[in-house]
Antibody, heavy 118, light 107 residues
């Protein structure tokens, strides 16, 4: 069974940093592209980043470009999101999600809450 | 970025109704369109990908159609479990974008 488990969320001040992790199991992690998606409280879904299976292709939404970095460690079956220069409007539940051939985001984690507040 | 516009933003329907949600892309995305269902406090679930392909395990009352810039999600005979928020998402471009969501409420 495919499982994705996020961790690393919490409360941080504006301008601070956090590193989210997503631990994957139940599939060959190194052969799937991965994404981060977030959802601010009471708002819709926002795709924020993609990484290819090898890590050679990476894309970001404009809202996080230059502040967030997506990484993966295929040996550890793990996906990461390094978040720097955090702002109030980065407050959201952050989900990791796996792609499938010809599909998108067909498996999701349970999410981890990031709160940016002074 | 490609903008995705869903309509309506909210609809009220009864069990057994046929429901249609529309998603419009600001430029052509071929068939690279997915639909998700999300219930409160839960992660979204993929329903349909490549505009019309039903994800494994999704009931056949859900269907998708369209190509280019106009897409629809149809739910035949709405069931109590279907009251939720639905999102479309394009994955034609490297910067994927979601629609704003459509909340399906009980009439």
């Amino acid at each position: 069974e495919v499982q994705l488990v996020e961790s690393g969320g919490g409360l941080t001040q504006p301008g601070g940093s956090l590193r989210l992790s997503c631990s994957a199991s139940g599939f060959t992690f190194s052969t799937y592209s991965m994404n981060w998606v977030r959802q601010a409280p009471g708002k819709g879904l926002e795709w924020i980043s993609y990484i290819s299976p090898s890590g050679s292709s990476i894309y970001y939404a404009d809202s996080v470009k230059g502040r967030f970095t997506i990484l993966r460690d295929n040996a550890k079956n793990s996906l990461y999101l390094q978040m720097n220069s955090l702002r109030d409007d980065d407050t959201a539940v952050y989900y990791c999600a796996r792609d499938q051939a010809f599909a998108t985001l067909n498996h999701w984690g349970q999410g981890t809450l990031v709160t940016v507040s002074s | 970025d490609i903008q995705m516009t869903q309509s309506p933003s909210m609809l009220s329907a009864s069990v057994g109704d046929r429901v249609t949600i529309t998603c419009r892309a600001s430029q052509t995305i071929s068939v690279w369109l997915a639909w998700f269902q999300q219930k409160p406090g839960k992660a979204p679930q993929l329903l349909i990908y490549k505009a019309s392909i039903l994800e494994n395990g999704v009931p056949s009352r859900f269907s998708g159609s369209g190509s280019g810039t106009e897409f629809t999600l149809t739910i035949d005979s709405l069931q109590p479990d279907d009251f939720a928020t639905y999102y479309c998402q394009q994955y034609h471009s490297n910067s994927r974008t979601f629609g704003q969501g459509t909340k399906v409420e009980i009439k």
